[in-house]
């Protein structure tokens, strides 16, 4: 029996104030560069999603075997870490974590004198990490197109090299605004680098001990621009959330201005609220993957065109977003068709069906995306508990704004 929630929600005007969880990809940063940093640093508002709460313990714990679960900035982030610190470890995770690439990664670190031995198949978790005797190389091109997330665990443990580190990145740069958070938090635990078009210099240096405040997770903000972009009448306050961020993420405010949602910076945060919904629009997600999905079934449920780019990331995930997302909307109604290499085009869908069930394929924001469909019609969201991985308490504040939500063992 698959555990499913139903979802419904009686007028379609919404409205109340919701605290978001804290950003995971902060949280998990500062964590390793506290780690890093050593001393006393204070974390603020860590994040409640599992990926944190995971990392979290994971450092505190001295285990042999490491599981990363499901979260590949663990996987990854404390790759490099235990490398570059001469652990000695293995890292696995689950299934899907076990098909996810880390080939870019372990070579880079293995340049700089690692050894790491693949268990399973060549390029894929799990690891063994076996040791680090510093190689003399401080300069190395690493491909930017696969994920940002190996260039984000090599600038983190950088600063500890004898002769830093000079990362020369090839082809696209995908997830852009990632490396830059990256830095931005290396910053404020005292290290310096520059990122000059498509090179990254890191010296070495120490890092100094900071209290650092984990700002809300603008991705999670995502799911109630959909909501208030469904509902008839709706105002939402998300508090904490600045115009200023290190988050790539918050370029929602921009995408949802042409979805019909407006957003005013409060000093609490921001105010969600109705404007006019464009037709036909036109997204690049090179910088923002995680949006994609939120979009994706936003616009199959408002009738919007979507034309959409910059989505080869999505493959690698939790799952092949694409195919899921391409499965999922077809109980819309509706297609999202590759036209040419990268270019994905989805027609306007009309709901006619009374209950819309969706999978979620053990992937937090497949569920959290459809989600805000139920404000047209009763939604089915199969295996519900996939949103722990970054935000918990998301049936709970669906409640709170007035969802039935009904969970069916
Ligand atoms: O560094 C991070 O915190 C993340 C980087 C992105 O991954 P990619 O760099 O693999 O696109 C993003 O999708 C993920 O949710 C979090
Ligand atoms: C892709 C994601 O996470 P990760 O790659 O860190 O598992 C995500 O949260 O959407």
Request: charged content about 25%; some cysteine; glycine content about 6%.
């Amino acid at each position: 029996m698959i555990k499913t929630v139903t979802l419904s929600h009686p007028t379609g005007v919404l409205s109340g104030t919701i605290n978001l969880p804290a950003s995971k990809s902060e949280a998990n940063r500062a964590l390793i560069i506290a780690a890093l940093a050593g001393g006393n640093s204070t974390i603020e508002n860590l994040s409640e999603a599992n990926d944190t709460q995971l990392l979290n313990r994971l450092l505190q714990r001295n285990d042999q075997t490491i599981d990363a679960e499901d979260a590949g900035t663990v996987m990854r982030f404390l790759t490099a870490y235990y490398a570059v610190t001469n652990q000695q470890k293995v890292l696995t995770g689950t299934d899907r974590m076990c098909q996810r690439p880390i080939k870019v990664l372990v070579d880079a670190l293995r340049d700089l004198g690692a050894t790491i031995d693949y268990l399973q198949e060549e390029g894929y978790p799990p690891l063994q990490i076996k040791g680090f005797a510093y190689s003399g190389k401080n300069h190395l091109k690493v491909r930017g197109d696969i994920s940002s997330q190996y260039i984000s665990a090599l600038l983190m443990i950088a600063p500890l090299l004898p002769d830093g580190l000079e990362l020369e990145l090839e082809g696209k740069i995908g997830s852009r605004p990632y490396i830059e958070m990256t830095l931005a938090l290396m910053q404020h635990f005292g290290a310096t680098a520059t990122f000059e078009d498509t090179t990254i210099v890191v010296p070495n240096q120490n890092y100094k001990p900071a209290t650092f405040l984990v700002e809300p997770d603008w991705s999670a903000a995502s799911y109630w621009y959909s909501l208030v972009a469904l509902a008839k009448e709706a105002e939402i306050t998300l508090p904490g959330l600045r115009k200023e961020s290190h988050q790539g993420d918050r370029a929602i405010v921009e995408i949802m201005y042409r979805l019909g949602v407006y957003t005013e910076f409060t000093p609490e945060g921001i105010r969600l609220t109705k404007k006019h919904c464009e037709k036909k629009v036109a997204f690049d997600f090179t910088n923002c993957p995680d949006l994609a999905q939120t979009i994706v079934a936003l616009c199959a449920a408002l009738g919007v065109t979507l034309e959409m780019t910059g989505v080869e990331s999505l493959r690698i995930k939790e799952t092949d977003r694409i195919q899921a997302l391409q499965i999922e909307v077809l109980g819309m109604e509706t297609s999202l068709n590759e036209m040419s290499p990268g270019v994905f085009r989805m027609e306007p869908a009309i709901i006619t069906k009374r209950e819309l069930t969706f999978r979620t394929y053990k992937d937090h924001r497949m569920a959290m995306a459809f989600a805000p469909v139920a404000l047209l019609e009763p939604v089915q969201i199969q295996d519900p508990d996939v949103v722990r991985k970054s935000y918990p308490r998301f049936w709970e504040d669906l409640e709170k704004v007035g969802f039935e939500v009904v969970n069916n063992e």
